[in-house]
């Protein structure tokens, strides 16, 4: 039980980290100095005194950057490998009392492939809303984002359950928009012709 508490906590965290990359950090540092998180050994550095300013910090500057008009945009270009990267190292921060293998093969497919999967559809959400606004309602866009993370960081931690049940909703709704959109739209076209 402890172990799948684990893998939900980093599920959790990673789709947070589709949200915001450093948010996610930022709660599951305060949680791990504060003794409410149990981190890897080889990731313990996430919960010290230095890394909470760092991701405290990096926190504040990812939010402002967010609400700079077309700077969002190009962020969200550089931050879906690093969201990948992030989710990855997140997962792979959380589970413990597992064979290395399994756990990191868990924090790549499951761990980055949530975060990359929700940055890729806030990224085109941020696009589509400079789009149609001209950035003009990006700002709250930028603001749901935040709070998305902020919010899904706190149930990860707290109630992972929770967490992971949110994530899977989000994905299957993610993945009906996509079929919906792209597979069965080529698929009526090719028909057609």
């Known amino acids: 039980m402890e172990f799948l508490l684990s893998v939900f906590v980093g599920v959790g965290l990673a789709a947070a980290v589709g949200f915001r990359i450093f948010i996610p950090f930022l709660i599951a540092s305060i949680a791990a100095y504060t003794g409410n998180l149990q981190l890897s050994t080889y990731f313990n550095w996430i ?104 919010g899904l960081s706190l149930l990860a931690i707290f109630i992972p359950a929770v967490a992971v049940l949110i994530v899977a909703l989000i994905i299957i709704w993610l993945v009906s928009i996509f079929y919906r959109k792209f597979i069965r739209k080529s698929s009526t076209s090719t028909s057609e012709e």
């Open 47 to 150: 919960g010290t005194l230095p890394a909470l300013i760092t991701f405290s910090v990096a926190t504040i500057v990812e939010i402002i950057a967010y609400y700079v008009p077309w700077l969002d945009n190009i962020l969200d270009t550089i931050e879906h490998p690093l969201a990948v990267i992030a989710g990855i190292i997140l997962t792979g921060s959380v589970v413990t009392d597992i064979s290395p293998l399994i756990k990191w093969s868990l924090a790549i497919i499951a761990g980055g492939g949530v975060a990359g999967t929700i940055q890729a559809a806030t990224g085109f959400t941020r696009f589509k809303s400079s789009a149609l606004t001209g950035g003009t309602g990006n700002p709250v866009v930028s603001t749901v984002e935040a709070g998305s993370s902020f």
